[in-house]
Every structure is written in C-alpha cells, then in structure tokens.
C-alpha cells in the first residue's frame, strides 16, 4: 500500500493533531470476496479527502466502513475516538444517486430540516410531526445559506435541479452542523460547471466549520483544486496522498500491478490511461 506517512514529502499536517477518524490495517470481505484489506488512513478535522477508483473497486464500502454501516473482516475505524458507530450524531451523509421526482411536491426547506429530525441517513420518511422552534428554523436556514440556496429553497424538490437538489441533500448533512461530512457520489449526474460549484461549497464548508469531508468521486478534475488529499482504491488496496503524489504513473502502476499511464492535458485535466476493470483484475480472486 502506498501511503503517505512514509512519503518523503509529507503532507502539510492540519492545526489539530487529533486525527478525527483513524483506520488501522482494516479489511472489509463481502459476499465472500475480500473487497480491500491492509488499509491505514488517518483524517484530520477540515481536512477535504476525495475517495477515487474505478467502478466496483470498494469506495462506497469504505466511506460506509468509516460510518459503521458494514462490519470489518480485520483492523480497526475509530471515529472520533470510538469505534466505528452507525447514526454517529456528529456524521452527516449524503448516500449515493439520491433524486427527487418531478412530482415530489415537498419544498426543499422541508427536505433540510428532515436533518434534524431524526431521519436523516436514508431517503426522507415521511414528515415528522415537529414543532418550529426559532432555533430550528435558525439551524435550517444557516444550512440553507452555506450551500447557497436560498433563493429555491421554498420550491417543491422535484422541480429543482439535479444541482439544486443536491445542494440541498448537502444542507440536510449539515444541518446538525457535523463534524464530519460523509458524501458519497454527490457530483455524479451534474454537468462540469456545477460540480465544480458544489465541489467548492463542499470546500468553503470544510473550512468554515472544521468539518472532515470524504468525498466519493469518479473524476478527480473537478474537484483538484478543493481537495487537501485524495484516497485511491484499486486492485483490493489503497494510496493516500495529494492528487500529484498518487495520481501518477508511478503510484497507480504500482497500485495496480499493471502499467498505467497518467497524463496532464494542457487544460490542467489528469488523464488515467491503461486502468483495468476492477471487476476482472481483482474481485475474480474469491476467497476459499
Ligand atoms: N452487500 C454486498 N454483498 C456482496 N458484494 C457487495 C455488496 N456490496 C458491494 N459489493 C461488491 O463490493 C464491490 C465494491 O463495491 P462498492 O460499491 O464499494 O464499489 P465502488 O467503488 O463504490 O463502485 P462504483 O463506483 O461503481 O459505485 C463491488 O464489486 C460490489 O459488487
């Protein structure tokens, strides 16, 4: 596994020295197939960590491994200094491909306030009896503001956009302001311009409010200049470092086991050429 902490450019350490989530040589086994092991990772508060990889390697299994929602076959999660829990208060998520249809008539300051009650990680039950205090409503419209909707936050969902819906999936997250921001795919289906600007209110958050955020991406290039370190999974294993000290010919190849060609376009963009698909080039080795 290549990691970071036995690079020799090191990371610029965060203010806090407390890691806010440590993983320890930990391995998850699905459905009888080992889908990573030996995996180390620590994550500072405010730190924004990008978790990239091919279709099938393991990143949501990871970022569900960190919330407690699937057991581990070996190591240890600790976060924020206890094992691994599931409805950790101080996690907000934002689970993978999460929509509205067009015909969902409820208003999106309704689906943020669902954060608060109770129902927040899985789709919205439906709405809770709750009284409107000043400083819930207070909390909801800080939520609202910070990713910047308010202007459609009194719409019915479904007419809102993939990028304004999702704006405010993110809000519903943060509205019990989180110490930790868990969101998995939030850029998938976006056009480049919106990612980016999600990508960037996910940033002003993280910065904000000290929250960790880990990030599940299949691009890294909308969101290179908003992340602190990216988390690569391939072939069963891990790197860990800034964008260009994984994303490179050298680290993926290594990581893969296979040669792999990493090349910068002259718009900035990072092109992986030669990547295998994950389902064939390691999840075929079964466990006996
Ligand atoms: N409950 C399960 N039982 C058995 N296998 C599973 C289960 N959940 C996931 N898997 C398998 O584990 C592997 C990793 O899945 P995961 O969803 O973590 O991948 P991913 O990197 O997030 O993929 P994608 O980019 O396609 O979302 C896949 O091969 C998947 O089929």
């Given amino acids: 596994m290549v990691n970071t902490s036995s690079s020799p450019s090191p990371v610029p350490t965060p203010v806090s020295l407390t890691p806010i989530i440590q993983v320890e040589d930990a391995a998850v086994v699905l459905g009888g197939r080992m889908i990573w092991q030996q995996v180390n990772l620590s994550v500072q508060p405010g730190e924004f960590l990008a978790i990239l990889g091919p279709n099938g390697a393991g990143k949501s ?6 919330l407690g929602l699937l057991p581990l076959a070996a190591g240890n999660i600790i976060v924020l200094g206890h094992p691994a829990q599931r409805g950790h208060v101080a996690i907000g998520y934002v689970p993978q491909r999460r929509h509205f249809e067009a015909d969902v008539r409820v208003r999106g300051r309704s689906i943020v306030r669902l954060g608060l009650d109770g ?63 868990a969101l998995d795919e939030p850029l998938d289906s976006l056009d480049l311009r919106n990612q980016q600007g999600v990508a960037g209110v996910i940033r002003q958050v993280s910065r904000e409010t000290e929250a960790a955020v880990l990030l599940v991406a299949h691009d890294v290039n909308p969101i290179l200049s908003a992340v602190d370190r990216v988390v690569y999974v391939a072939h069963g294993q891990i790197a860990v470092g800034r964008p260009e000290e994984v994303i490179t010919t050298e680290t993926l190849s290594r990581l893969y086991n296979t040669p792999i060609e990493v090349l910068h376009a002259s718009d900035g963009r990072i ?8 389902e064939a080039s390691y999840h075929a080795h079964r466990l006996r």
Avoid: F, N
């Avoid at 299994?61 to 960190?66: F, G």
């Avoid at 308010?150 to 956009?161: C, K, M, N, Q, V």
């Avoid at 092109?271 to 994950?278: H, I, K, L």
């Fill in 61 to 66: 299994t990871l970022l569900k491994a960190m």
């Fill in 119 to 181: 129902a927040h990680w899985g789709l919205p039950l439906p709405l809770l009896q709750r009284r409107k205090t000043r400083e819930t409503e207070a909390c909801v419209q800080e939520a609202i503001d910070r990713v910047g909707a308010s202007t459609y936050a009194d719409r019915p969902i479904g007419e809102l956009s993939g990028g304004e819906q999702q704006r405010l999936l993110i809000a519903q997250a943060l509205v019990k302001r989180p110490r930790i921001l």
């Fill in 271 to 278: 092109v992986v050429v030669g990547q295998p698909e994950e």
